[in-house]
């Protein structure tokens, strides 16, 4: 059983990616949190991850009666069936068909929702981060993948089986680079890290002459590049990694310019690693989309960056995991 | 004042096109459906309009106390503000800025909301139509220009100021063809019934051997080219045709696959005059965004016909306008 010293009614997030688990704490009626760093165990050893996760909540918040969580929320990068409690697939855990919620309510006694991480963060940043006091709203999250979450006349998008809000894989060229899917042209396969990085590789061994900056800063070594990098050797002035840049932002451009149309949000709130190492992206991105999208949906649109960083999937979870056990209407 | 012998409790919803308009009222409890079709009155000529649409009311359904109905929903092709009741723009019609509801509740002494036809026709496939008893589900209505509607987890999706589901300017083709809204590639641009007739007839251009059927069924004049006459030139054996409409087809398929990600609907309905007159394009379509999709929110998706034709809209108007004065839950 679970504790947190001096508060009334809070409950715990937990944010289980693929190298490592953040935990955070959050009160009843703001977002104080706390936060635990835990590595996740070897990928496949599902039940050493969890032995090592039920440890850590017990030795961090012990249990005494009459301080327990309302409950316990859990967002998993991967694909979960939200009402059973199920991992069905986790890639980067490699984890199939684990089942998450059933153990840890056994080793916890406390309610446990098993949620996407994307989706928690788009929780955390709507009650918490960049889209409070919105009803109206789209997360998207660039990192090494793309995954988002929707916000609609104040309630979160959940799509018939738990999985809307699938935005990486928006075909936006038919004829663009090939992606981890099998398609050619989806928004990750212009914007998401791994393919910033790919493309990067391609043109810097097509052209030896090209891109200075992004040598320098590999050391030459082109398998350690991010977008990061290509951010910084394009603020050199390194002309390949300008351009690459300004690929990756006009392509996030047209996606959200897609997803203006589509959803008519308030706010576009965008995270996650690509967005924090290549900060230039998101005013190409708007450019882009600004001069893309249909008048009626650009009226009062705002395009900004989260603002709860990596800790956005632990308190969206905490926060959505109460908010189901509570029944909260539009939730 | 409205009256419609022998109900109790009813509707009248008016789909307001650019040449036509459609009555129909729906009782309280089932779409029992009557209509009227009343021509518009010349382009830019908003009250003259107006007036013949409400003395075609006044007549059709002459008022007596007691049996008014609770509501009158109208659906504009066109832009609207649906708190003030002013028709922004239809293009159609021609109306710039023409208040709607104002004066028709004056004269009608009803409640009257105002709202986008393809809204209307998506409320209507939803409670009458193809998308009975599902809480998840877009409805495409592909005629002439490509828009659509979107239900998520059994509300209504309206967006931030009420123009969520404008699905049909969705890019999916960087390079593609240019569309009427000025980007290249858009859904619209591949397979609304503009883009599939110009796209025919650049190719019969260029090709002055192919398309043998194509040429006979318009007696040669390439300027009345309909999605309806590819689809039965394809059906003679017209290569040509069948390549045109493969092409709108799976451009089809890849919107399609997007919306499948973004919204994970249980259905989604087909419908507009192009999908009536090119029954092929469901099936080719279909087999596109299975291919595309990813595995998650393809499981248990139906794609379907639309039900209602083209009363689909008066229908939704009708019902929809009665929900709101009613304040129905998730409507």
Redesign the interface.
């Given at each position: 059983m679970l504790q947190a010293a001096g508060r009334k009614a809070h409950s715990i997030g937990i944010d289980l990616g693929g190298t490592k688990i953040e935990i955070a704490v959050v009160g009843d009626t703001s977002a104080q949190v706390e936060h635990v760093h835990l590595a996740t165990g070897p990928a496949g050893e599902a039940e050493r991850t969890l032995q090592e996760l039920i440890d850590c909540l017990k030795d961090k918040f012990p249990s005494t009666p009459g301080s327990l969580p309302v409950a316990v929320g859990v967002g998993v990068a991967g694909?979960v069936n939200p009402s059973t409690g199920v991992v069905?697939f986790a890639p980067n855990l490699r984890w199939r068909n684990v089942p998450l919620r059933a153990p840890l309510e056994r080793a916890l006694a406390v309610p446990v929702k098993i949620m996407n991480d994307v989706h928690a963060a788009t929780y955390g940043e709507w009650l918490y981060g960049a889209g409070r006091g919105h009803?109206?709203l789209v997360c998207l999250f660039v990192g090494t993948g793309i995954g988002g979450g929707?916000v609609?006349?104040g309630?979160f998008?959940?799509?018939?089986?738990?999985?809307?809000?699938?935005?990486g894989?928006?075909?936006?060229?038919?004829?663009?680079p090939l992606c981890s899917?099998g398609?050619r042209?989806c928004l990750e396969a212009f914007t998401g890290g791994w393919a910033i990085a790919n493309l990067a590789r391609l043109r810097l061994r097509a052209e030896p002459e090209e891109g200075p900056w992004i040598r320098r800063l590999t050391n030459g070594d082109l398998g350690t590049i991010t977008a990061q990098i290509v951010s910084e050797a394009a603020s050199h002035g390194d002309t390949l990694a300008q351009s690459l840049q300004t690929v990756a932002g006009r392509a996030l451009g047209?996606g959200l310019?897609?997803?203006i149309?589509?959803?008519?949000?308030?706010r576009i709130i965008l995270g996650g690693g690509v967005m924090a190492g290549m900060p230039e992206l998101l005013a190409i991105a708007e450019r882009e989309a600004k001069s893309?999208a249909?008048k009626?949906?650009l009226?009062?649109i705002e395009i900004v960056k989260a603002e709860l960083g990596p800790l956005a999937g632990a308190i969206g979870a905490a926060a959505r995991a109460r908010d189901l056990i509570r029944g909260a209407p539009n939730r």
């Open positions: 694909q069905q009803d109206d929707v609609s006349g309630r998008l959940m799509g018939h089986s738990g999985s809307a809000g699938e935005l894989h928006m075909t936006i060229d038919l004829a663009g899917c398609n042209g047209v310019a897609n997803m149309n589509a959803f008519n949000p308030a893309r249909l009626a949906p009226r009062e």
